[in-house]
């Protein structure tokens, strides 16, 4: 499935860049192959326009804010959050403004980032009730680009067996290739998998999971919203819980950014900030290695085999299943990919 070439796609949340990185100016973005600036308007909240001027066509996030309006570095010219043109500069003050417009997108301040919709957006985007509960701390884990598909991503955020092999320096138990079997509900925003997994509990991992005994249990409750974002709730026997948010935000064909926040029941005391970045780091990089060495298409074929690995309720398969669904029923005229 080549990302950028379904419109449909167009049509959902994504994560961008930081609000706070938006402080100290207008940032440039490339989403599903286009170029867009996202600053913060004169309300404070985030707004994103294509990154273009229509005077002379130079890129808007070279400008710079004036009164929560963007203004364009080439000759001055000035944008509102809706792309409207408020000013020329050059022009004197009694002169009517011509009625120009700059393309402008779906776009929300959440959880830490500017989350941005290219099209009217099918489903709103998905709520998280711990981030406005005191009792957990958000950290701002990863943030980085991927040479691979957001598919790929997600079918690897729900693929039991590769633990053993992907994690085996980490907490993967290469003594235990069977994966445990999900409990899978569809929903209307994609699905929730539930599943308990045994796991490694090197030293290193004991603040993480709030243990030490050699192994632990991990039960997790993972939901999928389609298309490249899930939340991975998981309750250690001590009581933690480890939340993680990923969007895996398509840049390009072949290209991610990979957005993952953590959310946490804990206190720095328990487990410092520094620990939970660098432990997750160190599983996500062996994710990274193995994920960035596939083809990066995705393949949307539900009639290969290529989940034998996997006991049973496939959710890759769903994954699948369900993305063409909609794709059709939005009249994707084409669903394009080297194996679609
Ligand atoms: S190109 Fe933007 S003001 Fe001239
Ligand atoms: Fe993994």
């Given amino acids: 499935m080549l990302t950028t070439k379904q419109k449909t796609l167009r049509k959902f949340w994504y994560a961008t860049v930081r609000l706070d990185d938006l402080k100290d100016g207008p940032k440039p973005f490339r989403l599903m192959g286009e170029d867009i600036v996202i600053f913060l308007g004169a309300d404070g909240e985030p707004a994103a326009l294509a990154d273009r001027c229509c005077h002379r066509t130079a890129k808007l996030s070279k400008g710079w804010i004036d009164d929560g309006k963007l203004v364009c570095g ?104 069977k994966p445990k079997k999900y409990e899978i509900q569809e929903t209307d925003y994609g699905f929730f998998a539930t599943t308990v997994i045994d796991i490694l509990n090197p030293p290193i991992a004991h603040q993480v999971t709030g243990s030490s005994d050699p192994t632990t249990e991990r039960n997790m409750r993972n939901h999928w919203y389609m298309p490249f974002c899930r939340r991975l709730d998981m309750t250690y026997p001590s009581g933690i819980r480890h ?20 959310y946490r029941n804990d206190t720095e005391a328990d487990c410092p900030t520094q620990k939970l970045i660098d432990w997750d780091a160190a599983i996500i990089a062996e994710d990274r290695d193995i994920l960035e060495a596939t083809n990066p298409d995705a393949i949307l074929d539900v009639s290969r085999k290529i989940e034998q690995h996997m006991p049973s309720d496939r959710p890759g398969m769903i994954m699948r299943k369900r993305l063409l669904e909609l794709l059709h029923s939005q009249d994707e005229e084409e669903v394009t990919g080297a194996y679609a």
């Fill in 243 to 262: 939340l993680i948010i990923n969007s895996a935000t398509p840049i390009e064909d072949g290209k991610i950014q990979l957005v993952q926040l953590l």
């Fill in 74 to 177: 080439y000759h001055g010219w000035t944008y509102d959050s809706t792309g409207q043109l408020v000013r020329i500069p050059q022009f004197d003050p009694d002169t009517v403004l011509p009625k120009h417009k700059v393309e402008n997108f779906h776009c929300q301040g959440r959880y830490g980032y500017a989350w941005v919709a290219l099209d009217e957006p099918l489903q709103p985007l998905f709520d998280v009730p711990e981030d406005r509960d005191p009792a957990f701390r958000r950290i701002f884990q990863f943030y980085d680009q991927w040479d691979c598909a957001p598919l790929r991503l997600m079918e690897n955020s729900f693929d039991n067996a590769h633990f053993s092999f992907v994690h085996k320096q980490t907490f993967g138990d290469i003594k235990a290739p």
